[in-house]
């Protein structure tokens, strides 16, 4: 069955959420590696479906569009941040990660290079967007991959885990962006346009 197939199969997963602003999910299990590799060449250079893998475990997600407002505002507010604080960050989106060996692989909502480390083999910072529950366990997967900090958003929180040698701690501050106040900046996540939320964070972070 090829991708296309299996996104149309895909149901919304259901719980308080209405169902037309849901995340729309399958996972299969007892799925090989090369079969991972494959639906992400079928899948090409489209934006959708979002595909991941652990241990097995294979995930086609396409986001609602609810879940891409968020992560869009999200990765522009840090950016403001990063412009307001100095900081040099380039965004690389939702770039294929993946480890063969460690049998785990994904597309983050929004991630970072920080300082001129363009040539590095994983980003400094990953956002995820938990819209809709379900689906893989994608803290073990960006462990398995090595992220060193990644933030998840959640039902109207902001959680940064940094990454250490028995796995990821929730930490109050994150060590990529010091300084950044995660509730201050979900606070603009509200606003009608992405552009009222730029302005008003740029000027909160200049008061």
Known sequence: MCYRELV???QPIRHEQRADVADHRIVMYGVPWSSYEVQLA???EAPVPRIAFLEGALELMSP?????RLKSYIGRLIEVYALERGIDLSPYGSWTLRN???????????????GSGQHAEVPDLAVEVIWTRGGLDKLEIYRRLGIPEVWIWQDGE????????????????SEKLPGIDVTL???????PTAMQAVRAYREALRR
């Open 100 to 114: 063969a060996p460690r049998e785990g692989g994904l597309e983050p909502d929004e991630c970072y290079i920080l």
């Open 158 to 173: 902001l959680y940064v885990h940094v990454l250490r040698d028995d796995g990821y701690v929730r930490t109050a501050q």
């Open 185 to 191: 900046l979900v606070s603009f996540l509200d606003r």
């Open 8 to 10: 149309d199969a895909a």
């Open 64 to 68: 609602s569009r609810d879940h891409e």
């Open 42 to 44: 079928l899948r090409g």
